[in-house]
């Protein structure tokens, strides 16, 4: 396996460990939400929506540190680059379509950890071996 695979398995463990405290807060007071995220509209934050945020997060978590754990699972790879998108896309639209989460630390931080996770799961991609059914099957299509 690669040096660089093995960084961005040791960074997706890293980004899994802060998600599970991110769930944990949301769970455990929801103020947090309304005091570092969505500060343009706090009343907007009550517990179900801070719940929901929670659960989201958690899955993300699991989803990343599965795929830290088996790197070279293509499915699984694909897949945790989509929490990654899909989390880059959220905090965007809140930020600047939504305008319900002004671009503050507490918002640039997820965009910042999404971004580079984007670019680094992206350049990973290159050093995950081909399973060998896939070479396999290209070669006989050649012949």
């Known amino acids: 396996m690669s040096r660089f695979l093995n960084v961005?398995?040791?960074?997706l463990v890293m980004v899994s460990v802060i998600a599970i405290g991110n769930t944990v807060q949301s769970f455990k007071d929801h103020s947090f939400l309304s005091e570092k995220l969505y500060t343009g509209t706090p009343e907007f934050v009550n517990g179900l929506q801070a719940r929901t945020f929670g659960i989201w997060t958690l899955l993300s978590s699991i989803i990343r540190c599965s795929c830290a754990i088996d790197i070279q699972n293509r499915t699984l790879y694909h897949i945790t680059l989509w929490t990654f998108v899909l989390a880059l896309g959220h905090f965007l639209s809140e930020a600047l379509i939504y305008?319900?989460?002004?671009?503050?630390?507490?918002?640039?931080?997820?965009?910042?950890?999404?971004?580079?996770?984007?670019?680094?799961?992206?350049?990973?991609f290159q050093c995950i071996p081909e399973p060998q059914?896939?070479?396999?099957?290209?070669?006989?299509?050649?012949?």
Do not use: D, H
């Open 133 to 143: 059914e896939e070479v396999g099957a290209r070669q006989k299509k050649r012949n």
């Open 8 to 11: 961005l398995r040791s960074w």
């Open 99 to 124: 305008k319900t989460a002004p671009l503050t630390i507490g918002v640039m931080a997820p965009l910042i950890v999404a971004t580079f996770s984007i670019i680094g799961m992206l350049i990973g």
